[in-house]
C-alpha cells in the first residue's frame, strides 16, 4: 500500500510538474508578431490615434502623469506616454506594476508588428505575457485600422527618457499571466450612423465595462456587468464604480441623452477640476480625457447602454475612511 501510494504521489508531483513548466515555459502562445506590418504616419492615421489613445481607448490615462491632487487626477501637460503609473497590492492588484514609457526613447527598437502584439494580445516584444491593468483583451476586439492609427501616433509622441523600474508578481499569479494572454479576434468598426451598434464598439473600446462591474477574486462578475459598485481605494476612502445599467432608480434609465453628454462635458477643461483637500471625494475616471470625446460619439454610448439589462443595484459612490 505505502509503495502504491508512494508511486501515485510521485505521479502527481510529475503532473504538476509539468504542468508549471508548460504554463511557465510554453505560454504564452499567441503568435508571432507580423513582420510585415509598417504604418505609415499619414496625418489622418495619427489625428485620428491621438484621438482615440487620450479620448477613447485612454492609452495617456496610465501611460502618462495625472495630477492626483485635482479631481479626476488631469493629465499634466508634456507627460503624454512617459509611464510610470504605479499599480500594486494597496489597490487590489496581484504585484507591483509600472505602466511602460511609449515614447519614441522606450519603443524606437520596436516594430510596428511588436507594438500591434502588445496592444492587442499583451504579449511584448520579448515575449513577455503581461498582466491585463491595459485591457488588451477589449484592444483585441476593436477594428485593426483604429490600433494602426493609435500606433500612428504613439509614433509621433515626444521622446521623454523615464527610468521605470521592472514589475514583481505575486506567487502564483508570477505562473497565471502566462496563461491570460490570447488571441485577438478583431471587429470591423461600424458606421458612425449605426449608432447602438458603433456605441457598443466604443463601450468596448474605452473598456467601460471593467471599472463598472463587482470583482470576484479579482475577476469582473459577467451576469452583473455595468451594475458599477467596484471599489476603487483612494487615499481618504474608498470610490464606487456608477451603476450604467438603464435601471430608473439606481442607474443611468432617467437620465436623458443631453444629461449623459453634459457629465461628460462639464470637465473637459482641466481648470474646471478643483484642487483635492482632505476629505474631499475623488475619482479614478479621467473625465477631462473623456470630456475630449466627440459629442456625437457619447451619444451612440449612451444608446447603446440604454439597450443593456438594468440592474436594480444601488451604489454608495463614497464611503470614507474611518478616523
Given amino acids: 500500500m505505502k509503495k502504491i501510494l508512494l508511486t501515485l504521489l510521485v505521479i502527481v508531483l510529475v503532473v504538476i510538474a509539468g504542468a508549471a513548466s508548460y504554463v511557465k515555459f510554453a505560454l504564452?502562445?499567441?503568435g508571432d508578431p507580423e513582420a510585415e506590418l509598417h504604418v505609415p504616419l499619414t496625418p489622418e492615421r495619427v489625428?485620428?490615434?491621438?484621438?482615440?489613445?487620450?479620448?477613447?481607448?485612454?492609452?495617456?490615462?496610465?501611460?502618462s502623469t495625472r495630477d492626483w491632487s485635482r479631481f479626476s487626477g488631469p493629465m499634466e501637460p508634456g507627460t503624454?506616454?512617459?509611464?510610470?503609473?504605479?499599480f500594486d497590492e494597496q489597490m487590489g492588484f496581484p504585484g507591483t506594476?509600472?505602466?511602460?514609457?511609449?515614447t519614441p526613447v522606450n519603443l524606437k527598437n520596436w516594430s510596428d508588428g511588436e507594438i500591434f502584439?502588445?496592444?492587442?494580445?499583451g504579449v511584448n516584444k520579448s515575449g513577455e505575457a503581461l498582466f491585463p491593468i491595459m485591457p488588451y483583451h477589449n484592444y483585441g476586439r476593436m477594428d485593426k485600422e483604429d490600433i494602426y492609427d493609435i500606433i500612428a501616433y504613439i509614433r509621433t509622441l515626444a521622446p521623454i527618457e523615464n527610468s521605470i523600474p521592472k514589475r514583481s508578481l505575486a506567487f502564483p499569479m508570477n505562473f497565471i499571466v502566462n496563461t491570460i494572454p490570447v488571441k485577438a479576434t478583431f471587429s470591423q468598426k461600424p458606421s458612425r450612423s449605426d449608432?447602438?451598434?458603433y456605441g457598443?464598439?466604443?463601450?468596448?473600446?474605452?473598456?467601460?465595462?471593467e471599472c463598472h462591474t463587482p470583482v470576484k477574486k479579482g475577476q469582473i462578475i459577467p451576469e452583473l456587468a455595468f451594475s458599477g459598485g467596484r471599489d476603487f481605494h483612494m487615499p481618504n476612502g474608498v470610490v464606487n464604480s456608477a451603476n450604467l445599467t438603464p435601471d430608473k432608480a439606481t442607474g443611468i434609465g432617467g437620465w436623458s441623452a443631453e444629461q449623459f453628454v453634459a457629465r461628460f462635458k462639464a470637465y473637459t477643461d482641466p481648470a474646471n477640476c478643483p484642487p483635492i483637500g482632505p476629505k474631499s471625494v475623488n475619482t479614478i475616471m479621467p473625465w477631462t480625457m473623456l470630456g475630449g470625446m466627440d459629442t456625437s460619439d457619447l451619444r451612440s454610448i449612451y444608446a447603446y447602454l440604454q439597450t443593456i439589462k438594468p440592474m436594480d443595484h444601488k451604489v454608495e459612490h463614497f464611503v470614507p475612511t474611518k478616523e
Fill in 28 to 30: 504564452p502562445d499567441v
Fill in 47 to 63: 489625428e485620428r490615434g491621438s484621438y482615440l489613445a487620450n479620448h477613447v481607448t485612454l492609452c495617456m490615462d496610465c501611460h
Fill in 80 to 86: 503624454n506616454g512617459k509611464g510610470g503609473e504605479r
Fill in 97 to 102: 506594476f509600472f505602466a511602460r514609457d511609449i
Fill in 117 to 121: 502584439r502588445t496592444i492587442t494580445t
Fill in 195 to 197: 449608432t447602438i451598434n
Fill in 200 to 209: 457598443a464598439y466604443l463601450v468596448n473600446a474605452a473598456a467601460c465595462v
